[in-house]
């Protein structure tokens, strides 16, 4: 990857984490601790979380879509033609990082139901998939390619989750199925 193409790499990546690290420290910082303090478990507690969880991730959707949407703008507005491909990285990455937003909400759920394996399993999934795609992308198909294998990756990290969550009875698939269409209408 040349060092020009990187450093755009690098700005589009900048503006995606700062959504990402927003979400991950609200899972550290409240769902972790009310679910783990919470004596309720299986299907009580997501009964009682589900409609909480729903009206934000409909609140995130709607906001994640609206700059998915305006990404490749926001960046031909904030930088010169040198750095316009970081618009449609962003674009990309953005969509990686609804699946990460989700994931890491399940992470926090997890954590809180005191199951850390189904986390570390799910980020080796992830691990896996980069590691197999983006040697594969990269050098055919270039760096759009390669970043949607990183949408995969937090697809596959998120499904995962999901599956390992529905053993300890917090499944959301469906609620997620459905924000999931929203987002991409």
Do not use: C
């Not at 790499?9 to 679910?35: E, H, S, V």
């Not at 050098?139 to 697809?155: D, I, Q």
């Amino acid at each position: 990857i040349p060092f020009a193409l990187l450093g755009v790499y690098g700005i589009a990546r900048t503006f995606a984490d700062t959504i990402m690290q927003l979400f991950q420290r609200m899972g550290n910082l409240l769902i972790f601790p009310k679910i783990s303090a919470s004596a309720q478990r299986g299907y009580d507690l997501q009964r009682a979380i589900s409609p909480l969880r729903l009206g934000v991730l409909t609140l995130v959707a709607i906001g994640l879509a609206f700059a998915v949407a305006i990404a490749d703008r926001f960046i031909y507005l904030v930088y010169d033609e040198r750095y316009h491909a970081a618009g449609l990285f962003l674009s990309i990455l953005l969509v990686g990082t609804w699946f990460g937003i989700l994931a890491t909400m399940a992470d926090a759920m997890m954590l809180g139901v005191g199951k850390p394996s189904g986390v570390a399993f799910s980020n080796g999934a992830k691990l896996a998939v980069i590691a197999m795609a983006l040697p594969a992308l990269l050098p055919r198909y270039g760096m759009s390619a390669a970043l949607a294998s990183f949408v995969v990756a937090e697809a596959v990290r998120y499904v995962v989750l999901a599956w390992r969550m529905r053993g300890v009875g917090l499944s959301f698939l469906r609620q997620d199925a459905m924000l999931t269409i929203f987002f991409v209408l």
